[in-house]
């Protein structure tokens, strides 16, 4: 349905989004997801025809719809858009903000508005003022009125982020399912990784004005292609390491790897849950429990490894690892990177 092309923006010398490529299917559900001052909002903007690009153009359904100008005006796209600060109206009551951007006739328009208030159970609010209201229930009638027109394409930019964390959890999962009812094609703008993993079912993810990766969420957790990726998505260990002899030496001893990614392989990345720890007399030890955080399904144990580094090694509450206890610690899965922070390998699978 949309798709930019080679797509730029600058202000005076900032670069604020360079070469972005990307293509949304209907229905489809994609996160862009970086930190903050990377573009992510410019990018946003530049698909809602509020900004002119300086490079490259943007399509909806293959017809050119922003290039050297804005060619189909923001408010002709048909795209709904739901801000950080909620922006209702504050003069009008609930139901008049879900109706304002409603067409049809007045009865077609009033069926909408009670749909919609249904749609996001609260339906009970419809004569309250937006300041009579909670911050969750203006977010979620926000979200009701970018959905009365019908639009084709949900744009939000950090929706959640001044919400508390409960809440926050609870009315992206709401929201998600109040968009996927509508069938309604979204681009969620984010600059918090669980926000981006949790809603959509392709991730972006944006560096300096960049895309550096693009895939599903599991993908891109699984297999960052940077060092960087690995730690922004992810709770992510990184351990120097060294080709000698024919083998890749590690702080969790020597591990067998072809040579010609041992040769360029500089870091390896652990997940915390990837390690693997096994109580050992101290003599067989190559780690010492340094602190253990219970967190009722999780056990989080940070490990002093031989070498001097330290790790966090995330597993089962079922067996309880004690300060001070020595451990075999070694990895099931790791993935190696070169000098330049690039991926090498995937092994072992
Ligand atoms: P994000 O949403 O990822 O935090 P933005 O897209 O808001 O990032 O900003 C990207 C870069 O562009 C930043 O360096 C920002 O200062 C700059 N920028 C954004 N909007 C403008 C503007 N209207 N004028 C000048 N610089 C801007
Ligand atoms: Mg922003």
Known sequence: ??????????????????????????HEFLSILGPSGCGKSTLLRLIAGLEVPS???VFLHGQEISGRKIILPPERRKFGMIFQDFALFPHLS???NVGYGATGSKKEKQQRVHELLEL?????????MPHQISGGEQQRIAVARALAPRPRLILMDEPFSNLDYQLRQQLRRDIREILKHEGVATVLVTHDQVEAITFSDRMLLMQKGKVVQEGTPSEIYQNPQTIWASSFVGEANHLPVEW???????????????????M??????????????????ADQANGIVKSVDFSGSVQTVGVALKSGASVQVSGSPHLLWNQDDS????????LCFNSSGNRLNGIPE
Request: hydrophobic share 35%; proline share 6%; glycine share 6%.
């Open 1 to 26: 349905m949309i798709e930019c092309r080679n797509l730029g923006k600058s202000y005076g010398t900032v670069q604020a989004v360079t070469e972005i490529n990307l293509s949304l299917d209907e």
């Open 55 to 57: 490079q490259g153009q």
């Open 94 to 96: 609930v139901k008049d």
């Open 120 to 128: 996001v159970s609260l339906p009970h609010l419809a004569t309250k």
């Open 244 to 262: 000698q002899n024919d083998s890749l030496q590690t702080p969790l001893g020597e591990l067998n790897v072809p040579s010609e990614i041992g």
């Open 264 to 281: 360029n392989a500089r870091i390896m990345m652990v997940r915390p849950e990837d390690f693997k720890l096994e109580s050992v007399p």
């Open 327 to 334: 451990v075999k610690i070694t990895a099931e899965r790791y």
